[in-house]
């Protein structure tokens, strides 16, 4: 089974390196690497040339695109049966590969791989799922002695995404007809664009999941993650409002979404809160609470109204009332 892996980077000369020596030491050896270089000025291009690997391909973008349109022009190129993304600040083991095309193989009602990781910002290191609480009531669910495969239906994927997020580009494998049969990122969305491509999926595919962290996601200052918080937050918001409205009576999503949406709310109230946007804030919780009942979100709104060093403990207590981290 061929890979096509997809890197797109801007401006990483300086630690690209390590992404490409982390892609060419797997294992699995049936693979391309296709490097989108969205328009970068920093001697990228150099960097790439100088691994000087029959494995890699090179497509610049002469004008900086945005991430969407980086991974759909790699998506393009590629020939692979199987899509997969590696960012180029992020790092894979070299067992990655191997171990995701393995369950493609094994299960084929399965038809996106994928496994935990390692996120490192700054000196704190944590799992992708920490904190989370959909994705582990599923593998409870699924639990099964002496194996880390996990195999979920479409539908448990759905209401688990409409929820919360365990799946990263760098972590996930995708066989090509499934691209090719729904599309691929949606290039108007400059953040967060791997959420909707995966719920797109999760509406008609099943997927795989070994829970091993076998990929290292570093969140950098300059990273499309730090750089387009409030804009992935509210892009989010708004494209799980728009699927709560399309559920008509299916209870479990309903929750889900509202879950969601509360939280959501409640990180964007956050946000604009501590860059001075207090009256944005309180009006951000209060439509959080009057789409989801949460009542949370209404004690977050008079906890808005008090001086910023006054709420830290009050906001660490909420915390622990809806069951969540602020």
């Given at each position: 089974m061929k890979v096509s892996i997809v890197m797109r980077t801007y401006n990483r000369a300086h630690i690209i390196g390590e992404a490409i020596e982390s892609a060419l030491r797997q294992t699995h050896g049936d693979f391309e690497l296709i490097v989108v270089d969205d328009g970068s000025s920093d001697g990228t291009a150099e960097v790439v040339e100088r691994v000087r690997s029959e494995r890699i391909r090179y497509i610049r973008h002469e004008q900086n695109r945005g991430v969407s349109a980086a991974g759909n022009t790699g998506i393009e190129a590629a020939t692979g049966d199987v899509i997969a993304h590696l960012d180029s600040d992020d790092l894979w083991k070299p067992e990655m590969l191997g171990r995701l095309v393995d369950v493609l193989d094994r299960y084929p009602q399965v038809d996106a791989a994928f496994c935990d990781v390692e996120v490192v910002r700054g000196n704190s290191v944590s799992s992708i799922v920490s904190g989370m609480r959909a994705f582990p009531s599923l593998l409870a669910s699924h639990a099964q002695p002496n194996s880390d495969v996990f195999v979920f239906s479409s539908r448990e994927m759905y209401v688990c995404l409409l929820e919360e997020v365990p799946i990263k580009p760098t972590?996930?494998?995708?066989?090509?007809?499934?691209?090719?049969?729904?599309?691929?990122?949606?290039?108007?969305?400059?953040?967060?664009?791997?959420?909707?491509?995966?719920?797109?999926?999760?509406?008609?595919?099943?997927?795989?999941?070994?829970?091993?962290?076998?990929?290292?996601?570093?969140?950098?200052?300059d990273s499309t993650l730090s750089k387009f918080q409030e804009e992935d937050k509210s892009?989010?918001?708004?494209?799980?409002?728009?699927?709560?409205?399309?559920?008509?009576?299916?209870?479990?999503?309903?929750?889900?979404?509202?879950?969601?949406?509360?939280?959501?709310?409640?990180?964007?109230?956050?946000?604009?809160?501590?860059?001075?946007?207090?009256?944005?804030?309180?009006?951000?919780?209060?439509?959080?609470?009057?789409?989801?009942?949460?009542?949370p979100l209404i004690m977050r709104t008079a906890l808005a109204l008090m001086p910023l060093s006054l709420n830290a403990g009050l906001k660490k207590m909420l915390s622990l009332g809806d069951g969540r981290h602020a």
């Open positions: 972590a996930t494998l995708i066989r090509r007809n499934v691209l090719d049969a729904l599309g691929a990122y949606n290039e108007s969305w400059p953040s967060g664009e791997d959420w909707e491509l995966y719920l797109r999926i999760s509406k008609h595919y099943g997927f795989g999941y070994v829970n091993r962290k076998l990929a290292t996601m570093r969140v950098l200052g892009s989010l918001l708004q494209m799980v409002v728009g699927e709560k409205k399309a559920l008509r009576g299916d209870r479990e999503a309903l929750q889900a979404a509202n879950r969601a949406i509360s939280r959501h709310h409640k990180e964007l109230g956050w946000i604009y809160l501590h860059s001075g946007r207090r009256m944005k804030s309180i009006s951000t919780y209060a439509r959080g609470f009057a789409e989801t009942g949460h009542v």
